[in-house]
């Protein structure tokens, strides 16, 4: 929320009362609404208005405009013909009343019961498993359908907030104008929704359903209609073929796949989700027989990262991920067996065992070829290593690998050619091993260097997915909590990076699962890394293109802080939040640092003296005031 707007429960309460009497209202028009009523500009309303949570009474119609849900069905009138079953045991089923039951409450004169969670109760009226009854039945109290027959005609409506039962002593009226629009809905093939059309009816038209109209179920009929849940079609329509297609439609553009490829990829899911819940008999049966090609779709780099994404935000165990993964060899098509191995290579990674992971990598890059996935997780490997040489040589295998960030480091960081100095010859860094085996083709930058190339590693490893909802929130947070241009804007924000690596602790998860792949002074390095507090530090002098002197404001210990692409001026006396690190002989803020007022001093030494800090806290005192980013004068 803004602070020029009202709290949310203010916020929604004005807004309520708004809607019941005005009606129906767009965003933009509530919003004026409530600037009127004193509660905030409107530009900031609609965005409040948008991040509402939602409301039992507030209703989002079809056409995108909020409703008062009550007085929206206030004096709405929808009938049911009663059986003699229905007679007997004072209930109805709810299909004819259905809309108005989204204001079912305990004060209504009957209950809304599910039948399979309440059979007991329902046996006491003489409901047997085999009566043919809908999911959900209204139970009324005992002896309220006496003296009624079958085929009488009862009428539910809504007044005041709540339910309850109306005589009819008119013949029902029909409401022509619903049917029409389902008919025209249908006419193309599709099925309508009557949700969705009565809402919008009942919207548009204040005298819809205000006298008894024909039940709902007759009336369809009568259009020439059929039913099934929610959805209206022609007669003969083929129900379960529309379900399904839509399903995999919706499934295809919520993961951002093609259609063809939801079976193999919804197949692939189940077959983990079965591993996973131990539901693993007769997986060859229920996965490959006859099914087995649809699995191919798998072979496709982009197919494969989204279901891989999809699968890790499921929250399955890395186990059961490779499991599935290596069941694929045996019985999947042989083109994604390098789709398969690169699976169980990235869950084996996600279990800590990295070198596993990397023969896994290796196997995948193998059996493709050319699957760029597996070549871009060995670069990673490589430059983790400080193979900057094979790491350049992956990503140049990969199509617009070149253009990858990781690849202009890589290119940096390539080794020093040392002429005359042969393969079999003892290193030049004085190890004692043979050159091939210690710096052949191997970065040999001092480690003041490499603290550049360590960081950028780390922050690759805070790209893995198990990262993406932190790194959200602190993005979040970073935009001020602002729209999701804003957000998407802010997921790779420097000081994100930053506090996602060292205060949320994603740092110290690369130390953890891959130091092992980093030389031994790199490693080292990352350990003590992940000791160094972040701080407030002040400006004591600043040495265009060298560096900066700063004293800690906390511990008043000076640091020379190694910054040679700063040009502009900094007053002594700054303020600066940072993580000054070692680096060698040399101390460098590779994450950067931000401008600190006078005002955020305090609140920031503060949120930095907590056990943990808390990360959120601290981006969101980072971004609150006109903190600038340090490094916007730096010539990059």
Known sequence: ???????????????????????????????????????????????????????????????????????????????????????ARDLIAVDDVEPLLLLVSEDDEFELVAVDEHRDRLAERGVTYDDPLPPEVLLFPRGTFAGRSPGDVVALTAGSGRLSLVPVVADPTPVPALFAVLGRRSADGDAASLDDELLQLLADTPSAFTEPAPPLTEAIEAAGLERSGDLVAPEGFDFEGYISRTMFDEYAEQLGIPVDAVPGVALFASLVDAIDSGDDADLEERFAEGKSGLFAVLADPEIAETVLDE????????????????????????????????????????????????????????????FDLALFDLARYASDRGDAVRGLSLLSRIPGGDEHPLYNVLQHFQPVERPGLGRNDRCWCGSGRKYKVCHLGKADHPLSERAEWLYVKATM?????????ERVALAEARAGYGDDDAVADAVHDPLVDDVLLHEAGAFADFVERRGVLLPEDEAELARRWTGVARSVFEVLDVRPGEGMALRDVRSDTVSEVHVPTITGELPAGTLLCARVLPAGDLHVMPGGAEVVTEEQREVLLEILGDDPVDATDLVEALTGADAADFFASVDE
């Not at 989002?60 to 007679?87: C, K, Q, V, Y």
């Not at 996600?350 to 493709?368: H, M, N, Q, T, W």
């Not at 490893?461 to 909802?469: I, V």
């Open 461 to 469: 490893h805070a790209l893995d997915p198990s990262w993406a909802d």
């Open 1 to 87: 929320m803004t602070d020029s707007a009202a709290p949310e429960d203010a916020l929604m309460h004005a807004a309520l009362e708004v809607l019941r009497m005005n009606g129906p209202l767009a965003t933009e028009e509530l919003a004026e609404h409530l600037e009127d009523a004193g509660l905030g500009p409107a530009d900031a309303l609609v965005q409040d208005l948008e991040e509402l949570p939602p409301h039992p009474l507030v209703l989002s119609l079809p056409d995108g405009r909020f409703a008062a849900l009550d007085a929206l069905f206030e004096g709405r009138i929808f009938t049911h013909r009663l059986s003699a079953d229905e007679i």
């Open 311 to 370: 699968l890790i935000g499921e929250e399955f165990a890395p186990a059961s991920i490779e499991q599935a993964a290596l069941w694929l060899l045996d019985h999947a098509p042989r083109r994604s067996a390098a789709a398969a191995y690169w699976f169980a290579a990235r869950a084996a990674e996600a279990d800590g065992r990295i070198v596993e992971a990397e023969r896994l990598f290796e196997k995948s890059a193998d059996e493709g070829g050319e």
